[in-house]
């Protein structure tokens, strides 16, 4: 790109793309002065996939017609390639390994935990409750206590 006062000239390895001209603080193309010969023999098979990633990995089949609309630039597809973006993306992750079912009486495992209510007394001056969860049953049992000594 070159830049003179209010207008820039674009090119690619030495050939013209197109110019535009500052309006609003942007440089705006005009694409009246974009010849899709000149555009299409700067556009490679490599330049296709530039266009895929502008376009946020759209298939190609909508950049194909896209290019039949003049809104792109016309390339060729080439068969079998394959974006590693797209093909990393949509790959399918192993499922977690599901629970095994525990064949446990109850009261057999008791899963705990003791909590501080943050400093905050219960009316009859409890400080801490505790939680017990049967493994079997899954029944939850609540207990409030006034220290951690009563566990």
Same mark, same amino acid.
Not at 47 to 68: D, P, Q
């Given at each position: 790109?070159?830049?003179?006062? =209010?207008?820039?000239? +674009?090119? *690619?390895?030495?050939?013209?793309?197109? *110019?535009?001209?500052?309006?609003?603080? !942007?440089?705006?193309?005009?694409?009246?002065?974009? %010849? =899709?010969? &000149?555009?299409? @023999?700067?556009? %490679?098979?490599?330049? %296709?996939?530039?266009? @895929?990633?502008? !376009?946020? @990995? &759209?298939?190609?089949?909508?950049?194909?017609?896209?290019?039949?609309?003049? !809104? &792109?630039? *016309?390339?060729?597809?080439? *068969?079998?390639?394959?974006?590693?973006?797209?093909?990393?993306?949509?790959?399918?992750?192993?499922? @977690?390994?599901?629970? #095994?079912? /525990?064949?446990?009486?109850?009261?057999? !495992?008791?899963? %705990?935990?003791?909590?501080?209510?943050?400093? $905050?007394?219960? #009316?009859?001056?409890? /400080?801490?409750?505790?939680?017990? $969860?049967?493994?079997?049953?899954?029944?939850?049992? +609540?207990?409030?206590? #006034?220290?951690?000594?009563?566990?």
């Amino acid at each position: 790109m070159v830049f003179e006062s =209010n207008k820039v000239v +674009v090119s *690619k390895y030495g050939t013209f793309v197109g *110019k535009g001209y500052e309006c609003g603080g !942007l440089f705006r193309l005009s694409l009246s002065d974009l %010849s =899709n010969k &000149i555009v299409n @023999h700067v556009c %490679s098979n490599s330049e %296709s996939n530039v266009w @895929h990633s502008r !376009l946020c @990995h &759209i298939n190609f089949g909508c950049m194909t017609r896209l290019a039949n609309m003049s !809104l &792109i630039p *016309k390339f060729n597809n080439v *068969k079998g390639s394959r974006c590693q973006v797209c093909v990393q993306a949509k790959q399918p992750r192993k499922s @977690h390994m599901t629970a #095994k079912a /525990r064949n446990l009486a109850p009261l057999e !495992l008791i899963h %705990s935990d003791l909590c501080e209510m943050n400093g $905050i007394l219960t #009316k009859g001056g409890k /400080r801490y409750f505790m939680t017990l $969860i049967d493994d079997s049953t899954r029944y939850c049992y +609540v207990y409030l206590l #006034k220290s951690k000594d009563e566990v």
